[in-house]
């Protein structure tokens, strides 16, 4: 089962950050990438393979600031 997740994301200024953070996401199981955009994504994800904070850590990893919107 999927559950819709949005959120902001600091530090994004260009396409190339857009591909970053889509390409991170896209890596994690259990997350369907929706929309990503300068500042903000939107995706769903399986709530029994990873949480909320998971997803907002692999973008943390990558170089941005994630939050949840």
């Keep these: 089962m999927s559950t ?12 190339g950050c857009v591909a970053r953070v889509t390409s991170a996401l896209s890596k994690l199981d259990g997350v369907e990438v929706r929309k990503v955009e300068v500042g903000a994504a939107e995706l769903a994800y399986d709530e029994v393979k990873l949480t909320p904070e998971q ?8 170089g941005f ?3 949840e919107a």
């Excluded at 819709?4 to 396409?15: F, Q």
């Design 4 to 15: 819709p997740l949005k959120l902001a994301i600091d530090g994004m200024h260009c396409g």
């Design 55 to 62: 997803v907002v850590e692999a973008v943390n990893r990558i």
């Design 65 to 67: 600031t994630a939050r």
